[in-house]
């Protein structure tokens, strides 16, 4: 709770606003969170700012969810499922698009960047896919800088003096893939 | 993966069969289980893998990739353990006493008689197993003999690529960027060796102009007479697969012989691609490859079919579509199961158009590229066949399910919640801090206890959590180990088995999403598990008990149709002991075995009335109850509980637990295209068979002809109508040509891809060609014109390889006539079952490679041409698959109904009918609840838990159960319960 990560190296060096944000993800069981899962058996490592959070498909993932978690203040909001005729339930994924458009029609009234929300299709064999989706996304988000919705402890970090109890964890993206313990 | 946890297959892997006693119904096979050297306590963790300073050889990779000599032969692998390859292995024989030292000795000697090579063990490693937390290294394994008492067997072996590098002209082996389709596979996928890139070999760039040479190895050029079948679309997906990865790829050329996409829906991926541009399409069988040194490029010699261009095609990079050849232990293993192999040494099949997977001996069963090369959906339909048949000689044994039920423990009250943290072994603890983990969970809303264990699933762990649920009265258990994808089903059955609702557990995904992925980053590791676990909880807070549902299953079957596969998925069914009616709506049965339109079935030119009679004789002795000039007026119900109407020979309501449709296709009706009606020489190729089979004469109307000509893919492969490819037409034609050429008629057969895909019908089409039957290609674009006056003369077409008109004569025109859904069955069935209709206007099967003969609709499955196009052998193959997958939901007496389904509250519910428009799977229906007013109700049996209605409903009526709004709500929020890091 005391610790603070700081992003990766690379970012801290291209980037003004150093910050870890804060990244929901949504992910159907059969296809995105068994590609999370892949990742994990082949050790792909990957930026650790987000939470999973499983549903069933995509089609679960309804705008409120996504409300919700920008509300609490998320930096971003990764949708997730299966690809085009691969949803376990048929067409679940394309009821997902459907909603999704409107979710982001809604987030941009609100005035929310785009970018910190997105739709990927990531297969149960995609673990490399999953990884570099997140590091992508993680990197795009961070740009951004904290969410307009934020609370204030996180505005107040950012003006922060960089350092100060700060780690340089290198939270790098293709570290060693096949190594897992230590 | 299933079948690995399923309870009621055992797997042996790593093993050989050795010798086989017996007969039917009560074989006894010896199997030698080769020794793995990693015992099973193996938790899968890796770390063997990262302490093992043994590089090898990574075969799944197909070489392209090194692997240590103790590993996991692929991520999804069944069982999850590692193997110790034995033959890289540093340190074979750790701390040995002198017994096994000889036994060592003894078997390195064997070894060695195999392979002269066989290293001598020089060093002492045993890295792994002092890594090993689990002492799951086990160097003393040694083979084991066991013997297994089977009813039946069935052979799955599989095929084995043609080694390309006998074709010494295309430098496989030789030249390092030609590359098989195999190992461009693995490039391609996305979890493989280039994470989905290709690159070439020599020097791992993005090659920019890639050729693929079609059919290397397969009919006939210096390898196997047959098509491998899955090779073209292989090449056309990968083609696209590259564009998409790598847009650097500047030109992908596939070289063919025949284009063959013949299976459903095959035609429209080869149409998008070629819209898509992805690849250019040469005909033409190249001569050689040929590397220039100079610029380290390849130039493939080819000559063009068109206009007999002779072309050098430069790539950087070429990918060989290598056949399939039979799996080298095929003919051994045959021998040892005293079955028959066929020419090139696949397991040979009786006959193929009486049973798809029957071999020569009683009992034993053949499915997949075993017999030959085979695409994947027809693989699935094979297997499921199969196991029909198989199940045949297991009578007695067929496993019902016994559960003793349990006290339900009482779980009412507030939320008491339990956590237990998972060290597993190091693979969670070697990078987070579970005890401060648990510590901090302690904290959390309605936590009443945490635990932490070194191995939650073992059976110390799931004893220990049940005594902690008891002794701390919990109402809800959250566990932070793996995933719940492989670990819910464990941890589930443990607490169902003490009465605690299973549906009040929460996993928390701490390994494979955390520890495995940020081990770099502890810190933010250990704060994401901490966030996880808070989430969990928070869910976990919210869950609601769900009972298990059951529905009454009536255990009989209705099979609709009395065509070949109606007889054959009737008689599998029937002989299993399940009650069966098969109702046909003529007065006999056959179909168009029968009519009589069809002679000789190829390629065993047997007559057609003789499997059928033999197909009959079955049926009879089934006991299936077989109702003639019958129809289904109407089916109401839904899995376990269909009720059907039939009217004719019986007026009846008849109850089934399951439906197998049946009803075959039509043949498409040319109109007035090629003239057809129009002059009276121009038949359908059933017309002439019919003439065949009556001995009625050919000249319709004038002398005996003296030429013929045929005209293939009428009604099929049409941009505009039916796009796909009917499958049986190309062989039919050959084997009608050929009975022409016999009778002295100079025959000629315009085509536009010979697909001569079946077991067979590849060896046919060389001995039609070599008799003397002329074959004309008709190009993209062009079709032939019937000229005469009358009576038909001749045919016009274009000919691609001389580059001009051609005009042949022929006094008989037979236009080989594709396949259509029939109507007006397929609109009546598709309105009565729900069971969607794909674009092609043939039934939708739910999967087209995990699930080819079941339908969206629970219960009601496919059999035969009601699917789409496909010839006898196929159609009998798909017939048994059916009543397999029928027969699964037959052998319970009650469905079991996963009560995490959605549920509509009909209070506020305003009966707009949206979820009922989107649900593929019918659950919800309108109901009037009250004179006008109208509710949504969603039947249990057929939700299967999306919870997409649920996030649809404009007014959020639709409640997702064990994935509720409350739920994901509270597991959000709970994200943001702490301040940032
Ligand atoms: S199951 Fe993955 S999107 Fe529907």
Redesign the interface.
Known sequence: MTQQVSPSAKNAATSPTVFDPRIVVFACNWCSYAGADTAGVSRIQHQPHFRMIRVMCSGRIQPAFVFRAFEKGADGVLVSGCHFGDCHYIFGNERAVEQFAKTMNVVKLLGIEEGRLRLEWISAAEGGRFAEVINEFTDQVRALGPSPFAAEDAIAEIEAPEGGGCQHSDADSDSDAGGGGH | MDAGRHPLIEVITNAEITGCEGGPGDFTVTVRKNPRYVGDDCVA???C??HCPQVGGNEFDMGLKARKAIYRPF?QSVPATYVIDSDACLNFMPHLDERQKRRLDKMAKFKRKIDPNYPPNILVCGHCSDACDVDAIDFDQMPEEISLDVGSILVAVGFQEFDARVLGAYGYGRLPNVVTSLELERML???GVT??HVVRPSDLETPKRIVFIQCVGARGEGGRPYCSRFCCMNAVKDSMLIRQHDPVVEEITILYTDLRAFGKGFDDFVTRSKEAASAEYVRGRPAKVWHDPADDTLQVFVEDTRGHEQRRIPADLVVLSVAAAPNEGAVELAEIFGIETDAHGFIARRDPAVSAVETSREGVFVCGSAVGPQVIPDCVAQASATASRAQLYLTGHRHEEKAEPVEPMDLSGPPRVGVMVCHCG??IA?VLDVEQLAADAAELTDVVVTSTDLFACSSTGQDELMETIKEHRLNRIVVAAC???THEPVFRETLARIGFNPFLLEMV?I??????????????????A???IR?GVARARHLEPLQEGAAAMTRSALVIGGGIAGIQAATDLAVQGFPVTLVEKSNRLGGRLAEPNLMLLYPTMRPASEVLADKLRRLDASGARILLETEVENITGFVGSFEATLKGAVDEVLPVGAVILAVGADLHDPGAAFRFGELPNVVTSADLERRFVNGDDLGLGAEAPKSAAFVLCVGSREPKGFTGCSRYCCPTAIKQAMELNRRGIDTTVFYRDIRTISTGAEEMYREARGRGVLFVRVPPGHTPEIVGNGRAEAVRCYDELLDRRLEVPADLVVLSVGMRPRQPETDHFHEMLKASVGLDGFFLE?HPELAPVET?VEGVLLAGTVQGPKDIVDSVAQASAAAAKAAVFLAHDQVRLDP?VAVVDPEICRGCGDCVE?C??HAPALSETAPGVFAAEINASLC?????C???CPSGAIA?RH?T?RQ??A???A??D????
């Open positions: 963790c890796g770390l893998v990262d991520p996928n996305a979890s994470g989905g190091v693979n070697g995933t719940p994808r995904n390994r494979d999403q955390c520890s495995w992925v940020h081990a770099g980053t502890p810190e933010a590791a250990q704060n994401k901490r966030a996880l989430m739910r969206a995490a989107i593929q799977f299967k838990g999306c919870g997409t649920a996030s649809w997702a994935f709004d994901v709500l597991q959000i929020d994200f943001f702490e301040a940032r890091p």
